[in-house]
């Protein structure tokens, strides 16, 4: 603007100092490094550019005033008629604000803080907008980086909830089992043989046992309670021998390949959990793949840290590939948590892969699941590498033969809190010849100990209130070391160092199960 000033000595010296202002308003603006401040015009055409703008968005003014502003969006806001929308809010309310993504010159995106502010001449005509864009990505990036650690908080302690819920309710449940498989036994055996029907009933009933059983050790196995027998396993050699049985259960549409290395060292894991744990996954692979595919199993040495929350070490990284549907990133977000299903009532109970992953926590390693919708699953299980070498054979506790003609009549203490296991294991020694008392507290076991003579065995319950398993068995050591015992335990309930020779009975244990415990007890 050229003002016509000439001859009046006070109207020269205001414009001076108007021009003055408006240049160290110019500096100002342009000397601010932090915010991108600019105008625009009333159509969203650049029309000036501060020093902060070219920081922030990588223009220098040359490049970039005559341009439209919507050049800072991005391509699906711009779809979306973004820009316009920001102008016209701007014309109506006189001011827009917003916390959103936009574009550098070099395609990179950033988060900024944008407020666009309408400007009117004093007649009130719109003559543009002032634009300050602030550069927020660093603040976005902490917020975001805490919103997903407290998300994963969150989930962590849901799943431990879950864990001491289920692995609660699975204990209490095993004992239920465990009274009716074995009064089932019994009643088995009374039957007369010739009543098949009857017996058909009781096989039946056997049979729901179980599935129940099976079903508990899965709950177990999610809540990382159930008991495990790692020993160092060759994993190349475990999948070979599960061949067949996965080619059987898969049928003909499915294809199994393996691949594993020559050098692969050997896991320290519960064999037969691993092998529950594959079958599992081959299940889930079989529901994936309706009209057939390839189930791939294979396996690498890598080390941990970093990956999946594992701790620095050697772990063999097992791989179950399938060539299925896939799942989207909802269900794979819930994918292990317990009871999490998509197959429908009755068809899944959404605990085969809280299994997979409980078993390979519990193992010291980890679960991690990548999948593409149309494209297919893989499942890679982490257990940390053994030290040991695998024994050629695996050891099979040689059951002491059996000698029905000296069988040795004994008087065995019965210690479980729960009133219906104790009769349950009562009646299967009676059953067997033996005779029992039955008591429900490791203080009783105690007292019963000293005022009955000739008690030649105990099997006592782990986990009751007061005094544990362990705990009674050290005290019955004290004043009568050449009693054994047994100890009967559904799950890895044993504080860490407790002495791992007591001979175990895992719950739910049936009659022969019983019998073999004893005979190998009395062979010692
Ligand atoms: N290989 C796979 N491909 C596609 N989706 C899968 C695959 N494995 C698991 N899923 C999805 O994850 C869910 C949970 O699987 P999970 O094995 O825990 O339970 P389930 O198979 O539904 O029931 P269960 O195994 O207890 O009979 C499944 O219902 C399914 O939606
Ligand atoms: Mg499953």
């Not at 001011?95 to 803080?113: H, Q």
């Not at 004093?122 to 902490?142: C, N, Q, S, Y």
């Not at 079958?279 to 595919?293: E, H, I, Q, R």
Request: glycine share 10%.
């Amino acid at each position: 603007m050229i003002l016509n000033s000439a001859g009046d000595p006070e109207r020269v010296q205001a414009e001076a100092e108007l021009w003055r202002d408006r240049e160290l308003f110019r500096y100002l603006v342009q000397g601010v490094t932090d915010y991108a401040i600019y105008m625009l015009d009333p159509n969203g055409i650049v029309s000036n550019w501060n020093a902060g703008a070219e920081r922030i968005k990588g223009y220098t003014p040359d490049e970039i005033v005559g341009r439209h502003f919507s050049t800072f969006y991005t391509e699906q806001d711009r779809a979306r008629g973004e820009p316009q929308r920001a102008l016209s809010i701007a014309r109506a309310e006189g001011r827009y604000e917003r916390e959103a993504i936009r574009v550098r010159k070099d395609g990179t995106r950033f988060w900024a803080n944008v407020v666009i502010d309408a400007i009117h001449d004093e007649a009130g005509k719109l003559i543009g907008f002032a634009k300050v864009t602030r550069d927020i990505t660093e603040r976005k990036e902490a917020e975001q980086a805490l919103a997903q650690a407290n998300e994963e908080l969150m989930q962590s302690q849901k799943m431990e909830a879950i864990g001491r819920l289920t692995g609660g309710v699975a204990h209490d449940f095993n004992n239920l089992l465990m009274a009716i498989t074995g009064s089932l036994e019994l009643l088995r055996k009374r039957l007369p043989s010739a009543d098949e029907k009857s017996l058909r009933l009781v096989d039946n009933a056997m049979q729901g046992v179980q599935r129940g059983a099976a079903l508990t050790q899965r709950m177990l196995a999610f809540a990382r309670r159930q008991e495990l027998r790692p020993e160092p396993v060759n994993v190349g050699a475990l999948v070979e021998g599960m061949k067949d049985l996965l080619m059987r259960s898969l049928g003909p549409t499915m294809e199994v390949t393996t691949a594993f290395p020559d050098k692969l060292s050997p896991i320290l894991i519960d064999a037969n959990q691993l092998e529950l744990a594959i079958l599992n996954l081959a299940v889930n692979a079989k529901d994936a793949m309706p009209d057939g595919g390839t189930l791939t199993i294979s396996a690498r040495e890598a080390s941990g840290g970093g990956t999946a929350g594992l701790r620095e070490g050697r772990y063999v990284c097992l791989s179950i590939a399938d060539t299925g549907e896939g799942m989207d990133v909802a269900t794979l977000s819930h994918a292990t948590e317990p009871f999490f299903t998509t197959k429908g009532i009755g068809k899944g109970t959404g605990l085969g892969l809280a299994m997979v992953r409980g078993l390979s926590e519990q193992s010291g390693g980890g679960t991690t699941i990548e999948s593409t919708v149309g494209k297919g699953t893989t499942v890679l299980l982490w257990i940390p590498v053994s030290d040991a070498s695998v024994s050629v054979a695996p050891v099979e506790v040689a059951a002491a033969p059996e000698e029905p003609g000296n069988a040795r009549k004994l008087r065995v203490l019965v210690v479980d809190d729960d009133v219906l296991v104790a009769m349950n294991t009562t009646a299967m020694l009676e059953d067997m010849g033996h005779s029992a008392i039955e008591v429900h507290s490791g203080r009783q076991a105690l007292e019963a100990m000293a005022a009955t003579p000739g008690i030649d065995l105990v099997i006592t319950d782990q986990a009751m209130p007061q005094m544990t398993g362990i705990e009674l068995i050290s005290g019955l050591a004290e004043r009568w070391p050449q009693v054994p015992v047994i100890l009967a335990t559904g799950y890895a309930e044993l504080p860490d160092g407790a002495d791992r020779n007591v001979p175990r009975l895992g719950k739910p244990f049936m009659q022969r199960d019983l019998e073999r415990v004893l005979r190998q007890v009395l062979a010692h």
